[in-house]
């Protein structure tokens, strides 16, 4: 089974920063890696897949990039609305998630 | 618009077994494979499992296997997920996610989700 380390598991930020979360997995993962937010009581929404492809809608201060097992997602000019949790998910090979991130305001 | 609700939920004792369904709309469920995600309480997502569009071939992660079910019902647009001999570790957020394509399988679309608690 490949397993994703995701970190860091908590990040302080201030509105206007950029922020980036990573992911490794333990093995080559060809890019098949998406990135969701998930905020309080509610399911996660899909904001990117294969890497850095944007879903419609999400706003460009978004975004993904890697390649072989290490992947990063940044969120440029954080904003109050960001404030949640960041999981990855690989899907090369079945299906795991990291452990996830909770972006929280410093 | 995609819309997918789960339902059936709730306390249910140890080893017991419980159903949960997950109602879809606004796209055409049979040309999709579907799945089960959980999440424990203040815990991070887990795959559970997924069934392909026709219902021929499903998969599970290994500590449900032998015990969960998924199956979908095309004609009612349906997906379901059977769990049986309940365990406490099994408490959690169960969200229905249909598995959207492009370069690969992801879940592109998910439930609101329906709790099951496990706990005698």
């Known amino acids: 089974d490949i397993q994703m380390t995701q970190s860091p598991p908590s990040l302080s930020a201030s509105l206007g920063d950029k922020v980036t979360i990573t992911c490794q997995a333990s093995?080559?993962?060809?890019?098949?890696i998406a990135w969701y937010q998930q905020k309080p009581g509610k399911a996660p929404g899909l904001l990117i897949h294969?890497?850095?492809t944007l879903v419609s809608g999400i706003p460009s201060r978004f975004s993904g990039s890697g390649s072989g097992r290490d992947y990063s997602f940044s969120i440029s000019n954080v904003e109050s609305e960001d404030i949640a949790s960041y999981y990855c998910l690989q899907y090369d090979n079945s299906w795991t998630f990291g452990g996830g991130t909770k972006l929280e305001l410093k | 618009e995609v819309q997918l609700v789960e339902s059936g939920g709730g306390l249910v004792q140890p080893g017991r077994s419980m159903k949960l369904s997950c109602a879809a709309s606004?796209?055409?469920?049979?040309?999709?494979?579907m799945a089960w995600v959980c999440q424990a309480p203040k815990k991070g997502l887990e795959w559970v499992a997924t069934i392909s569009y026709d219902g021929s071939s499903t998969y599970y992660r290994d500590s449900v296997k032998g015990r969960f079910t998924i199956s979908r019902d095309n004609a009612k647009s349906t997906l379901y997920l059977q769990m049986d001999s309940l365990r406490s570790e099994d408490t959690a957020t169960y969200y229905c996610?249909?598995?959207?394509?492009?370069?690969?399988?992801?879940?592109?679309?998910w439930g609101p989700g329906t709790m099951v608690t496990v706990s005698s």
């Open positions: 093995q080559n993962i060809n890019k098949y």
């Open positions: 996610a249909r598995q959207g394509y492009a370069h690969g399988w992801y879940f592109d679309f």
């Open positions: 294969y890497t850095s």
């Open positions: 606004g796209f055409t469920f049979n040309n999709y494979d």
